[in-house]
C-alpha cells in the first residue's frame, strides 16, 4: 500500500450494544486490509470506548467512522446524537477501580490527540468524539 494513501470508511449502526462487537471487528478488518495490524488492538480498544459511550447514553443511531490522512493519522470517531459535549475524562489512576466512567481516559492515555466536534446525521443534531493514532 502506498505510504501516503488516504481512506474513509463510515459504518452507521443502531442504538444496540452488540454493535460495538460489529465495529471492533470492522475497524479490524479495515485496518488488517490496509496493512495497520500494529495499530489494531489500541484502534480497536479505543473505538469500542468511543462507540459504547455513543451507544449507552443516547437513544438515537450512531456511526462509527475511521480514516487515513495522507499524513500518516489514523482519526477514529464515534457520532451520536446528543449535541452535548462529552464529561471531562477521568485521569486512570482516580477511575481504575470504578465500575464504568474509564473511557474517554483511556482515550486520552492511548490516543495522540483526541476531542470532539458538533456534527449532523440522519437529519439529527449531534457529535463527534474522535482520536488520532499516527500510522507512519
Known amino acids: ?14 442504538n444496540d450494544l452488540r454493535a460495538v ?4 471487528r470492522t475497524l479490524r478488518l479495515i485496518l488488517t486490509m ?7 488492538d489500541t484502534a480497536e480498544l479505543l473505538a469500542a470506548e468511543l462507540v459504547s459511550n455513543a451507544v449507552r447514553h443516547t ?3 450512531a456511526a462509527l467512522r475511521v480514516r487515513r490522512s495522507p ?4 482519526w477514529i470517531g464515534a457520532w451520536d446524537t446528543d449535541p452535548a459535549p462529552p464529561p471531562p475524562p477521568r485521569p ?5 477501580d470504578l465500575e464504568e466512567g474509564r473511557g474517554l481516559g483511556l482515550v486520552v492515555a492511548c490516543a ?13 443534531r449531534g457529535k463527534f468524539v474522535w482520536c488520532e493514532l499516527v500510522a507512519a
Open 1 to 14: 500500500m502506498p505510504e501516503n494513501e488516504c481512506w474513509d470508511y463510515t459504518l452507521y449502526i443502531p
Open 21 to 24: 462487537t460489529v465495529c471492533r
Open 34 to 40: 490496509h496493512g495497520l495490524i500494529g495499530l489494531v
Open 59 to 61: 437513544k438515537g443511531p
Open 71 to 74: 499524513e500518516g493519522l489514523v
Open 92 to 96: 486512570l489512576d482516580l477511575a481504575m
Open 112 to 124: 495522540e490527540y483526541w476531542g470532539w466536534q458538533p456534527s449532523a446525521r440522519f437529519g439529527d
